[in-house]
């Protein structure tokens, strides 16, 4: 399935906090097939946290861009219903047509591997929701 993908803030600008986590200077904003994802200015990531067994298959600089929109989708920045699904399919299509461009085959590993081990950290965060 063909996306139209358009991010419309300048690339990412971030500071190195102690933790080796990164917080944003200037909000990321994508537009993916006429929704608007907003990362807001501030907001703290870890950029793409995979499963070791997955890690072999997946350049991270490649997808740093889609960490930052996929841990905005867990922590529910964007809207409330989005389902972790959703959160995974959209860390694999930022990847692949982000500004450093996954192949398809580092995309849908990665994509595997939140499948298979997203689940810590979503359930994690629907329990802090409460």
Request: glycine residues 10%; positive net charge.
């Given at each position: 399935m063909k996306h139209l993908i358009l991010r419309e803030s300048a690339g990412l600008s971030v500071d190195v906090l102690d933790d080796g986590r990164r917080m944003l200077k200037r909000a990321l904003i994508y537009r993916i097939d006429g929704v608007q994802y907003v990362v807001p200015s501030g907001f703290i990531t870890d950029y793409s946290s995979l499963p070791a067994l997955y890690r072999p298959f997946v350049r991270f600089d490649r997808v740093d861009y889609a960490g930052v929109v996929h841990d905005c989708a867990y922590k529910t920045c964007f809207h409330s219903n989005m389902t972790r699904?959703?959160?995974?399919?959209?860390?694999?299509?930022?990847?692949?047509?982000?500004?450093?461009?996954?192949?398809?085959f580092q995309a849908w590993s990665g994509y595997f591997g939140l499948r298979a081990g997203g689940w810590v950290t979503w359930n994690k965060y629907r329990k802090a929701d409460k």
């Open positions: 699904s959703q959160a995974d399919t959209l860390w694999r299509v930022v990847a692949m047509h982000g500004p450093n461009g996954a192949n398809r």
